[in-house]
């Protein structure tokens, strides 16, 4: 059997939640947003070890809220770094250093509290059969590409377009190396965790995802989570 290690990105700083706090630790029915995602991770049992992202001062509140709700699989906290994939490269440093024999990395968001376990179990599986795997939705609405953004350039073809969600997926030794080997700045330009993994030459495979895998952006996002708590959808 695998050994899978996810990594949960916390070091976001929610600057477009306009609040007092980054978004995941924002208390939701007395609970912080990241232990909602923490329970999820703990409790599936294709998941053996957790890794933990996040910046120095809020390092202490992650590590209460993980003894309140009984959080025992995290293996490491890692810094957060200046960008999304700097601090996804911090998380596989210390998957390295703290979780020997990591076969799959299962990188998941914090502010996205409600990933089903069959979404994660579909990641990992799809990672042993390819070299990795993540959750998409299909674009509803028709999409046009603009390079200013006042003119038409190109028509694209909505039934060819994905969404992409998290968590994502990868076979780990060759998904680190990949950061091993980059410059800095290709890993600063990557918006997404496939992309570098894609534009290196690994397959990634697209797994069923969900809208209910919403991330929490918005305060609109924020009034749909506690929605769907509440039993609203």
């Not at 600063?188 to 894609?198: K, N, Q």
Request: aromatic share 8%.
């Amino acid at each position: 059997m695998s050994v899978n290690t996810a990594i949960i990105l916390a070091g976001g700083v929610g600057s477009r939640m306009g609040v007092d706090r980054p978004k995941q630790f924002l208390m939701v029915q007395d609970k912080p947003i990241i232990s909602y995602c923490f329970d999820i991770f703990q409790k599936h049992s294709e998941i053996d070890n957790i890794v933990v992202v996040v910046s120095e001062q809020w390092q202490p509140f992650v590590e209460e809220h993980a003894r309140k709700y009984g959080v025992d699989k995290i293996r490491g906290y890692a810094p957060a770094g200046k960008t999304r994939q700097h601090s996804i490269y911090n998380g596989l440093k210390c998957i390295d250093a703290n979780c020997p024999g990591t076969d799959i990395v299962i990188i998941h968001d914090a502010a996205r509290p409600l990933v089903s376990d069959e979404i994660i179990s579909s990641c990992i599986q799809g990672a042993k059969d390819h070299d990795g795997a993540m959750p998409v939705i299909t674009v509803k609405d028709t999409v046009y590409q603009s390079k200013d953004g006042e003119i038409i350039d190109c028509l694209l073809k909505r039934s060819e377009l994905f969404a992409g969600q998290a968590p994502e997926s990868f076979r780990f030794k060759r998904y680190y190396q990949i950061h091993n080997e980059v410059t800095d700045e290709e890993i600063g330009a990557t918006a997404g965790s496939s992309e570098i993994a894609y534009r290196h030459g690994m397959e990634i495979r697209m797994v069923k995802g969900s809208e209910r895998n919403l991330k929490i952006t918005t305060i609109e996002d924020l009034e749909t989570f506690e929605s769907i708590l509440k039993g609203g959808n």
